[in-house]
T-cell receptor, first 109, second 114 residues
Framework: GQNIDQPTEMTATEGAIVQINCTYQ??????LFWYQQHAGEAPTFLSY????GLEEKGRFSSFLSRSKGYSYLLLKELQMKDSASYLCAVGTDDYKLSFGAGTTVTVRA | GAGVSQSPRYKVAKRGQDVALRCDPISGHVSLFWYQQALGQGPEFLTY????????KSGLPSDRFFAERPEGSVSTLKIQRTQQEDSAVYLCASSVGRGQETQYFGPGTRLLVL
């Protein structure tokens, strides 16, 4: 089976930085995705890593270490609208995604 | 269309009823996926279509679940004789090509079985 772990909840203050960690043990690896999901809405794509290293996209960055089975999503300059669930997903074969349970981030004023 | 759409957004069914959930993927997208998302959990893979061909149905929880995509665009997920444990959000996603690519999700259908 696939094992993808991420913290259940995190709380941070507006303007701060939060790092959401994801560790995985999967039968295959074809990239790691991060999605944002607001309550009652569709997951929306944030980032994709297939090679080791850091990918930066505006206020969001994502890091991957394949040898450690580890990724993180870094959210900078937090805004209230960033309060959401963040889903770590591993591409385990040619098309399938296996998701973690999600990390609920709450941004406080 | 501009994005993936799903209907209905909410469905309440009595135990034992059949339900049909519809997904309209992004126009031209080859791949279509169905996921089931329980409260507080991540989406769980149900089935995968490449055009009209259902290439993987390994995630369907029982033979009460059936999916089709007859013309390679719109897809329907049907659940027969619904049970309370079927209550969940059913998400549809599509991607442009055939490989491991970014999947674009619809808003989901929230199914409640009483």
């Amino acid at each position: 089976g696939q094992n993808i772990d991420q913290p259940t909840e995190m709380t941070a203050t507006e303007g701060a930085i939060v790092q959401i960690n994801c560790t995985y043990q999967t039968s295959g690896f074809n990239g790691l995705f991060w999605y944002q999901q607001h309550a009652g809405e569709a997951p929306t794509f944030l980032s994709y890593n297939v090679l080791d290293g850091l990918e930066e996209k505006g206020r969001f960055s994502s890091f991957l270490s394949r040898s450690k089975g580890y990724s993180y999503l870094l959210l900078k300059e937090l805004q209230m609208k960033d309060s959401a669930s963040y889903l770590c997903a591993v591409g385990t074969d040619d098309y399938k995604l296996s998701f973690g349970a999600g990390t609920t981030v709450t941004v406080r004023a | 269309g501009a994005g993936v759409s799903q209907s209905p957004r909410y469905k309440v069914a009595k135990r034992g009823q059949d339900v049909a959930l519809r997904c309209d993927p992004i126009s031209g997208h080859v791949s279509l996926f169905w996921y089931q998302q329980a409260l507080g959990q991540g989406p769980e893979f149900l089935t995968y279509f490449q055009n009209e061909a259902q290439l993987d149905k390994s995630g369907l929880p029982s033979d009460r679940f059936f999916a089709e995509r007859p013309e390679g665009s719109v897809s329907t997920l049907k659940i027969q004789r619904t049970q309370q444990e079927d209550s969940a959000v059913y998400l549809c996603a599509s991607s442009v090509g055939r490989g491991q690519e970014t999947q674009y999700f619809g808003p989901g259908t929230r199914l409640l079985v009483l």
